[in-house]
């Protein structure tokens, strides 16, 4: 099961792509995305405004799902997929019910956030039996083909005999043929007002990435980059275009075209012209590679994790950054759309080494962008501490203190840290953050916000 929030309908696709592993290795697996299930008079509600009663209403809800899931799949273990810091309290509260309604089913969690939490969720009082770290397919299958009985499986969180928690070295990166197992559609179980063809679609190219920017949990999470094989790409491709998709978004960290597979790739993508394609891709990198070659695979939106414009806060995002003039900048986004691509920016605001100035300045320059239309859309976010990152272990330091505790708050809209100076004083305010986020927001309110290639 996948936590829910109130994002838009995306295929849980990490959850998938593990049962598909699971059942090519002949297990019995299902994937439940909760979010389907929560409706009220047609619509999606979402729980947490704050108050005690929605979230009562939560836990009533969910148990009454989970107990017709459990009555209908019949399953001999629960796993639950926690990827994102917000899901923090969801995920807490469908633990407590699945406690209450099957005591004695295996628990395990797994994802981003719950490998970067794994002590959390083995110490709390309705705990779960393991945590799967990292990539989950491997540890998964050898935990399900055991019987649950741990041995000396690595990449598994636990609690020993006498209570402590044992964090397990992780297994070697998954080979290639072990990341290429196709998606099989199958197995999701959506209820009957949520059908396939009004889901948003994801499709991994590679896993991992080989920067290691403080901000970011790619490298504690998936190691160096590797590619899946082409010919699995392309039928995976091939299964969501039946669905009806016409839109498909990466879930790659970084697309590297600098990759020996990449050619391939952009081989098997031709395939579909039917289908545009969405990626995520470093800004420098982009600056490299054949444009052409690009939007002839028909990936008509790239998405730049370009974060800040200003030198010393690069340097201390770790984010070696290699195109930070602003001419150049300018000549690429040209570029891009000389070659009929769509350019969307992200833009981080709040990270240590940065103050209000210079991320005023990264805020006007993107509006120019804007203006001049070299750029589709700008999405701002306030820094948040993931567990995971280094940028986490600064507040140790005392480069800032955290504003907003609440994990499932960090939605990324609203400040959660403020910058200290080193005598602790506070040196870049929550509302100096807020401004800045503003000066993007008065851009997006002129500009009117664009269709930005399948992803808010
Ligand atoms: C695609 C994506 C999205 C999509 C989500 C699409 C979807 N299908 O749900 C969209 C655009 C909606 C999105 C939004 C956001 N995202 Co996002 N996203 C990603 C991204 C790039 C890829 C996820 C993915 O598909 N990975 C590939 C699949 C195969 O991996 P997986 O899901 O992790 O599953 C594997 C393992 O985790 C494990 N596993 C997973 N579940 C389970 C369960 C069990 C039981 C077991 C055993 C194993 C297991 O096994 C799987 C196979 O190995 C990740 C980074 C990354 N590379 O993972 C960030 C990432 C998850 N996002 C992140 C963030 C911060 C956000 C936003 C908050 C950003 C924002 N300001 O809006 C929002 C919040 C979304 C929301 N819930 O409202 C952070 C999360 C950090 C955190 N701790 O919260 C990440 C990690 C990126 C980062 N910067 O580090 N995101
Ligand atoms: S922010 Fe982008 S380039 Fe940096 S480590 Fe994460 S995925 Fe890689």
């Not at 160096?224 to 990466?250: C, L």
């Not at 012209?273 to 990198?285: E, Q, V």
């Not at 976010?381 to 280094?390: C, M, S, W, Y």
């Not at 305010?429 to 002129?446: G, I, N, P, R, T």
Request: proline share 5%.
């Amino acid at each position: 099961v996948t936590p829910t929030y109130s994002e838009e309908r995306n295929i849980p696709y990490g959850a998938l792509i593990l049962a598909s592993f699971l059942r090519a290795h002949g297990m019995r697996a299902m994937v439940a995305p909760l979010r389907e299930f929560y409706q009220e008079s047609g619509c999606y509600t979402h729980f947490d405004d704050g108050t005690p009663e929605s979230r009562k209403t939560f836990a009533y809800k969910t148990s009454e799902i989970l107990s017709s899931l459990l009555r209908r799949l019949r399953p001999g273990a629960i796993g639950l997929s926690v990827n994102f810091a917000i899901h923090q309290l969801a995920a807490e509260i469908i633990i407590d019910q699945i406690r209450s309604l099957a005591p004695d089913l295996p628990l395990l969690i797994g994802g981003n956030h719950a490998t970067h939490t794994a002590e959390h969720w083995l110490t709390r009082q309705n705990s779960v039996n393991f945590v799967v770290l990292g990539e989950g397919e491997q540890t998964c299958l050898q935990l399900l083909q055991s019987g649950f009985k741990p041995g000396d499986i690595s990449g598994l969180a636990l609690r020993r005999k006498d209570g402590s928690v044992e964090i397990r070295k992780r297994p070697k990166p998954l080979t290639t043929e072990q990341i290429s197992v196709p998606l099989d559609l199958e197995l999701v179980a959506l209820p009957r007002w949520a059908p396939l063809s009004s889901q948003k679609h994801w499709v991994g190219l590679s896993r991992g990435c080989n920067w290691n920017c403080a901000f970011c949990t790619s490298h504690s999470m998936w190691g160096r980059q590797r590619y899946r094989e082409p010919k699995a790409v392309a039928t995976e491709i091939e299964r969501v275009v039946q669905t009806g998709a016409r839109r498909i978004i990466f879930s790659d960290d970084m697309l590297n075209p600098g990759s020996r597979r990449f050619q391939g790739l952009l081989d098997a993508l031709r395939r579909f012209p039917s289908c545009s394609f969405s990626t995520m891709i470093r800004m420098d990198l982009l600056d490299r590679t054949d444009l052409k070659a690009l939007s002839v695979a028909n990936i008509d939106y790239v998405y730049l994790g370009v974060e800040s414009f200003s030198v010393p806060v690069l340097e201390a995002m770790n984010k070696k950054a290699r195109l930070v003039d602003t001419d150049a900048v300018e000549s690429l986004m040209e570029r891009i759309k000389a070659a009929g691509m769509k350019t969307i920016m992200f833009m981080l605001i709040g990270h240590p080494g940065s103050n209000f100035e210079r991320d005023m300045n990264s805020a006007r320059f993107c509006r120019k962008l804007v203006d001049r239309g070299l750029v589709s859309v700008v999405f701002p976010a306030h820094i948040a501490p993931f567990p995971g990152t280094a940028m986490a272990t600064m507040e140790q330091q005392g480069a800032f203190r955290i504003v907003e505790p609440r994990m499932n708050r960090w939605t990324l809209w609203r400040p959660n840290i403020e910058l200290l100076d080193s005598s602790g004083r506070v040196a870049y305010s929550a509302e100096e953050m807020q401004k800045v986020f503003d000066e993007y927001l008065d851009c997006w309110y002129e500009h009117g916000l664009e269709s930005s290639g399948g992803t808010e």
